[in-house]
Each structure stands twice: as C-alpha cells, then as structure tokens.
C-alpha cells in the first residue's frame, strides 16, 4: 500500500520536457517524445519518464539499427539537447536533485530515466514492474530492472495535495496518467500514453495491448478531465506538440 504522501507540497509548476521526435511509418505521423518536470512549493522535484535510452542521444541511427526499431518508424530528432540531464538544466536543476521519478510505462520511449536519478524512488505501476523486464520494443528487451527504491502501485493514488496518479492499463500493463492542480492554469491531465492523441479514442484504440481495457481507461480519464475542467497534454498529439510550451517556459 501506497503511503498516504510521498509529496508534501502542491505543485506550483509544470515543464514539458522535449526528447526528440519520431515518424510512424505506418501513418507518417510525427510526434514529439516528452516527458515532465513538476515542481512543488516545497521545492520538491517529481521527473515523469524520460525519452530514448542514452544511447539514441549519441547516435540515434545506430542504436534504432542495434534496436530494429526503423521497422516502426524513424527517429527524426534526438541528441544530447535531448537527454534527461540536459533538459532537467534547462530548468536549473540535474537528476541528482530529483525527489521523485514516475515511470508511466517502459516501452522505449519513455524509459530514459530508468538508470538516472537513483536517489529518487521509482514510482511504477505493480503491473508493469511485475514483467520479467521493461517492455522496451517488440521483441527486444535489452534492459533489466535497475537496482534500486521502487514504489508499487496498484490502484489510483493521491501522492501529494492536489497531486493524483491514475492507474489506467490498456496501452502497457502499467499505464498510468496524473492529475495536477497548479496555481494557475488549474487542473491539468498528464494523459501519458494512455491517450497519445483524442482520435485514438474515436478509433477505440485498435492496435494496442488491450483494446478494450485502453477504451475503457481512456473513457474514465475523459471524465476526470470533464470534472475538473482540466487542460489535457495528450502523450503524442501532432496536433498540440508545436503549441506548447517546452521547457524552460513553464506551466504555473
């Protein structure tokens, strides 16, 4: 069971972290790869996901080779402005002043941070870290679990005041999504993967893991932003990318 805060204060602003872009072969969709920095007014710092592994930020043709990962598409953009270390400096700070780190799911674009921050626990989804290893890509699974504080969960949690992280299955084992308060924008929705753009909800999310369990989260994350007028930050809206802000530009 989940302590009843890991966070002590709310979150008072909200950085998107810009990993690099890809291209999906199969659509020719090209989507921005994020992650978050959440900042609390306690100057607690919560780092959510974190792009490519390093290895694509040296040399991204080789590793998406080493990787097979060209059979689903190309990855257009992603150098060392992209790694998890340069990105947290944007915003004035390094993995070693991280507080926290969120995992929403390890598929390859998201698990940049797996072997950074070690001071920080790890907080994933009881599902995801359940696998034998990350997810990664396909049928390659190159990474093992890191030695270090993880922090299962197993249903929705408040980890701070106004600071909530949803388990919703359905795109990875472990999907998760949050819901933050700030100061001033309100309520915003961290959709993560869980909804990587609205038409997949239209297209009820065929192609993924389990179709059903990904309509059925997606449907209950709608509703949570409905009920709390939330901005919603889709996982990978081509549509949206471009319009926000990337850090160091804020969200307060």
Known sequence: TLMEYILQGRPVSLAILDFGLFRVHSNGRVIGICGYLIRTDRDEL?????????????????????????????VLSCGPQNTVAAQLQTCGCAPEDITLLIQTHTHIDHVGALNDAHQAPMLIA????????????????????????????DEDAEIGPSFRVMLVPG?????????????????????????SRPAEIDEKFAGSMDEAAALASANRLMAAAAAHDAFIIYGHDPAQWDGLRKAPDLYE
Request: hydrophobic fraction near 40%; aromatic fraction near 10%.
């Open 171 to 195: 795109h990875a084992p472990g999907q998760l999504a949050m819901l933050i308060g700030l100061p001033r924008t309100g309520a915003v929705l961290l959709t993560s993967d869980a909804i």
């Open 126 to 153: 009881a599902a995801e870290r359940a696998l034998p290893k990350p997810l990664y890509w396909g049928g390659v699974q190159p990474l093992e679990w890191p030695d270090r504080n993880y922090i299962h969960l």
């Open 46 to 74: 919560v780092l959510v996901d974190g792009g490519f592994p390093r290895k694509y930020t040296q040399d991204h043709a080789s590793a998406s080779t080493e990787d097979r990962l060209y059979e689903f598409g190309e």
